[in-house]
C-alpha cells in the first residue's frame, strides 16, 4: 500500500476541485445557451428545394432565310400540333408551373402561346434565350459565323444560365423556357460539365422536354433530354435526322 502524505493528499485534492470547477462553468455555460423552461432551438435542416427547368424547343417552321426571325418564321400546321401537344403534357404533370417565358423569335413565342393556353399562364419574352451560334468545334458552323457573332451568342447564354439556371432552396420550383435547339444544347452541355464548344454533336427534337435540375448548392443534373413521349412518332421532327423516323 502506497502511503498518503499530506502533500500528496493535497495535490489529489486540488485535481479534483479543478475538474468539479470546470464541470461547474461548462453546465453554467450550457444554462446561459438555453435557460431553463426554454426549448432547446433545433438546428435548422439543409436545404432540400430543387429548381427545375423545362426547356422546350420551339415547334417546327418551315425556314425563310431572309425573314425577320422576331416577326417571321412563325411556327407550321405541324409545329402547331407538336405545340398543342407538349403543352397537353406539362398541363398533366402532377407540379404548379411558377414561370413561363418564351424568347422573342416568332416561333418560340407562338409555341410558347399555345402552351400556355393549356397551362392558363400568359409568357413573358427574354430575348437572352433567342435562336443564335454559339462558339463550337466544328469548322463548318466556324466558318459560317463572325467570331463576334458566336462571342455574342455565348455572352448571352452565359447570362440566361445565371439568369435562369439558379437554386431555389427554399422549396422545389418548376420553370419553363420556351426556346431554341441551340440554346437547349448549349445549356445542357454545361450542365453537364461538358464543354459548351460541344453542343452541335447533340440532336434536339422539335417541341421536345429537356429538363435541367439545380440543386440548392447551385450544382446541376441532367434529368431528360430531348423527351418526345408526347408527340406521334409521324410528327415528330428534329434538327438534322435525330434518330432517323418521323416527320422530315
Known amino acids: 500500500m502506497i502511503p498518503v502524505t499530506p502533500s500528496r493528499l493535497t495535490r489529489s485534492l486540488t485535481r479534483g476541485l479543478a475538474i468539479f470547477a470546470a464541470a461547474l462553468a461548462l453546465a ?12 432547446r ?8 428545394g430543387l429548381h427545375f427547368v423545362y426547356l422546350i424547343r420551339h415547334g417546327g417552321y418551315d425556314r425563310d432565310s431572309l425573314a425577320d426571325d422576331r416577326l417571321g418564321n412563325g411556327l407550321n400546321a405541324l409545329g402547331r400540333e407538336q405545340a398543342q401537344l407538349v403543352g397537353v403534357r406539362l398541363a398533366a404533370l402532377p407540379v404548379k408551373i411558377h414561370a ?10 407562338e409555341t410558347a402561346t399555345i402552351i400556355g393556353g393549356a397551362l392558363g399562364m400568359t409568357p413573358a419574352q427574354d430575348s437572352l434565350i433567342h435562336e443564335c451560334t454559339p462558339a463550337s468545334m466544328r469548322t463548318d458552323l466556324m466558318r459560317s459565323h463572325t467570331p463576334e457573332s458566336m462571342a455574342l451568342c455565348d455572352s448571352n447564354l452565359t447570362a440566361a ?11 422545389d420550383t418548376h ?36 429538363v435541367i435540375a439545380v440543386r440548392p448548392d447551385g ?28 416527320a422530315r
Not at 100 to 109: G, H, I, N, P
Not at 161 to 171: D, I, N, S
Request: charged share 20%; glycine share 8%.
Open 28 to 39: 453554467a455555460a450550457a444554462q446561459a445557451a438555453d435557460p431553463p423552461g426554454r426549448p
Open 41 to 48: 432551438a433545433a438546428e435548422a435542416p439543409p436545404p432540400r
Open 100 to 109: 413561363l417565358v418564351a424568347s422573342d423569335f416568332a416561333r418560340a413565342r
Open 161 to 171: 444560365w445565371a439568369r435562369y439556371l439558379r437554386p431555389t432552396p427554399e422549396a
Open 175 to 210: 420553370d419553363v423556357l420556351v426556346c431554341h435547339g441551340n440554346v437547349i444544347r448549349w445549356l445542357v452541355s454545361r450542365a453537364v460539365g461538358a464543354d459548351t464548344r460541344r453542343w452541335a454533336d447533340m440532336d434536339i427534337a422539335n417541341a421536345s422536354i429537356t
Open 219 to 246: 450544382t446541376t443534373r441532367l434529368v431528360m433530354f430531348s423527351d418526345v413521349g408526347h408527340l406521334p412518332v409521324e410528327k415528330q421532327s428534329w434538327s438534322g435526322r435525330g434518330a432517323g423516323w418521323g
